[in-house]
């Protein structure tokens, strides 16, 4: 990019990649420092992460949101709900160059910054949207997977997201310790908002410490026509 991107200083520089990094992203890793770098000047200068997350850009937010794509079909559409600075949805289209994923942000200069990125790193397969996900919903077809992370506590995210979804499309939410929690208190609305075997997903061990902990919601898969009831323990009408 010419100077919308700063120079990275030596207060933010990028740690290098971790071996581990190397084994999952392969031919994608150079594509995944650059974006690191951006994350880590941009980003920075403009408050869309913290100067003391540069650090553990790795381990914490690139790895972290990388090893949710073992989650998604191949060929997939994805919309990343609230995607701020492009987590997990930059890290998704590159490690994942198969995808079609959308970058679903309102405010307005996280979107300057995500066109930016995708520019500057020539993600062919993604589109920046300004756009709230309840708008979106009234506004497009649906897609296959939907995600989103740190964006709002489960119940009230999943009133977002599950109508952007195909029937039997799936809801992947990056949560914290506290994700058995919120799905236990989200649990009875998930149900009425048409979402199906909802469970927390532990993935990425052995690459990420700790692993990454994912909400996983389904939409009701159609039936005759028509969205099938929900059942079972993970949701109720």
């Known amino acids: 990019m010419s100077g919308s991107t700063p120079a990275v200083s030596r207060e933010t520089a990028v740690p290098a990649p971790p071996e581990s990094a190397r084994l999952l992203l392969g031919e994608r890793l150079p594509a995944m420092v650059a974006y690191a770098g951006l994350l880590a000047s941009d980003g920075v200068t403009r408050g869309l992460i913290g100067p003391r997350e540069v650090p553990r850009l790795w381990e ?51 979107c300057v910054f995500l066109e930016e990125a995708v520019g500057a790193l020539g993600l062919s397969n993604v589109v920046v949207v300004r756009q709230r996900a309840e708008e979106r919903a009234r506004s497009r077809p649906t897609c296959d997977v939907v995600t989103a992370r740190a964006v709002a506590p489960l119940g009230r995210l999943a009133a977002w997201c599950l109508p952007l979804l195909k029937p039997g499309g799936v809801l992947l939410a990056l949560k914290g310790s506290s994700a058995g929690v919120e799905l236990g208190e989200a649990h009875e609305a998930i149900g009425r908002l048409g979402g199906v075997g909802a469970e927390v997903v532990s993935i990425g061990g052995g690459v990420v410490d700790p692993a990454t902990t994912v909400v996983r919601v389904f939409r009701a898969p159609m039936r005759s026509g028509r969205p099938a009831p929900s059942r079972g323990g993970s949701s109720r009408p």
Do not use: F, M
Request: charged share 20%; hydrophobic share 50%; with cysteine.
């Open 60 to 110: 914490r937010h690139l790895l972290n949101c990388a090893v949710v794509a073992d989650l998604i079909p191949r060929g997939a559409s994805v919309d990343d709900v609230g995607s701020g600075a492009g987590l997990p949805g930059i890290v998704l289209a590159i490690h994942r160059p198969d995808l079609q994923v959308a970058l679903v942000e309102p405010l307005l200069r996280r």
